[in-house]
């Protein structure tokens, strides 16, 4: 069965301080792994998608990388409005489902 | 640029009632999708849907679920004898090449 970790649980950081979250999955194969970040009360906003590893993707102040084993999500100097819950997700190359993680609840304090 | 819609945001029914939830997926996709989330717990997979017919669902999806795409934009979740335990943010989603793209949510609370 596809299993997805996600640490930590929650993350506290001061205005631009960097951390990495990391998202740990075990598939028998993997098709895609996807980072989503959520709002209290709101649908997954679609962040990126990583397909093989080696594989990098950024976005503003987040940069995301893929291993065989796990993927880190990099914030680089984030902002109070990077505070949100950040879902690791994968699809498995049979079938058509996204596994989510548990989540990284991440809080920004200017 | 184009959102998954759904509605309604918010609806209460009574333990053994019928509801459907509605989704209006982006309008060049082709695979669809439910899923839903108790609070406080991860988002789970319940159904995905092409080319008219189910092509996947979780242990979640029994028979008090379906299903349908009534028309060329719409496609319904419906919960045939809501329970308690149905109580949550039910998400519809979205894809035409990889990406999936979710709804804002319809949080259905069953009293």
New interface residues.
């Given amino acids: 069965e596809d299993q997805v970790t996600q640490s930590p649980e929650a993350l506290r950081l001061q205005e631009g301080e960097s951390s990495s979250l990391n998202c740990s999955y075990t598939v028998s194969g993997l098709r ?1 792994l ?1 980072w ?1 970040r959520q709002d209290p ?6 962040l990126f ?1 990583l397909y093989s590893a080696g594989e990098e993707k950024e976005k503003e102040r987040l940069k995301a990388t893929l291993t065989k084993k796990e993927s880190f999500l990099h914030i680089t100097a984030p902002k109070p409005e990077d505070s949100a819950t950040y ?1 690791c ?1 994968v699809l498995e190359t049979s ?9 990284t609840q991440l809080t920004v304090n200017p | 640029e184009p959102e998954v819609t759904q509605t309604p945001s918010h609806q209460v029914t009574q333990m053994g009632q019928e509801v459907i939830l509605r989704c209006v997926p982006i309008s060049n996709h082709l695979y669809f999708y439910w899923y839903r989330q108790i609070l406080g717990q991860k988002v789970e997979f319940l159904v995905s849907f092409y080319n008219n017919e189910i092509s996947e669902k979780s242990e979640i999806f029994d028979d008090q679920f379906s299903v349908e795409r009534p028309d060329g934009s719409n496609f319904t979740l419906k919960i045939r004898s809501t329970k308690l335990e149905d109580s949550a943010m039910y998400f519809c989603a979205s894809t035409g090449s990889g990406e999936l793209f979710f709804g804002e949510g319809s949080r259905l609370t069953v009293l």
């Fill in positions: 895609g996807f989503y009360g709101k649908g997954p906003e679609f998608t879902l997700a079938g058509s489902r996204l596994t989510f993680g548990e989540g």
